[in-house]
């Protein structure tokens, strides 16, 4: 680890967790995405991404709820899951990308529907993966 007397600059084993983890989490990405995408297939709307955003919103708001208020994970832990499987996993840049194209190819109504699926599912992720965390474990 390299250090300053501010703080840590440089630690491998951090550095190492978030590339595991992020590893992990776009190749689970890859597979719910590819799955979901083909339950939809007939249709051009991009389902895969928003079931990986929704599975990825409620799992970061049910280990949030059970870090934050429970102890369950330790730093290492959590920067493992929450930055590396997490922020691997979910595909916000991949949901831009879709939402553009639709809005490219006028697919209108569909680019609209994406951005507030987005929107209220993945919020609404979040808050039932803390109420059902908090309900198991309070």
Excluded: K
């Amino acid at each position: 680890m390299l250090s300053t007397g501010r703080g840590i600059l440089f630690d491998p084993l951090r550095y190492a967790l978030v590339a595991l983890g992020g590893s992990l989490g776009a190749v689970l990405r890859y597979m719910l995405s590819g799955y979901a995408q083909q339950i939809g297939r007939n249709s051009s709307f991009p389902i895969g991404t928003l079931v990986v955003n929704i599975v990825g919103c409620f799992t970061i708001g049910f280990l949030s709820e059970l870090a934050e208020n429970h102890g369950l994970l330790r730093a290492d832990a959590r920067l493992f899951t929450v930055v590396g499987v997490l922020g691997g996993f979910t595909t916000f840049s991949a949901f831009g990308n879709e939402t553009i194209n639709l809005l490219r190819q006028s697919e209108n109504l569909a680019a609209i529907a994406n951005i507030a699926g987005h929107i209220v599912l993945c919020l609404g992720a979040v808050w039932l993966g803390r109420a059902t965390a908090y309900s198991i474990w309070r």
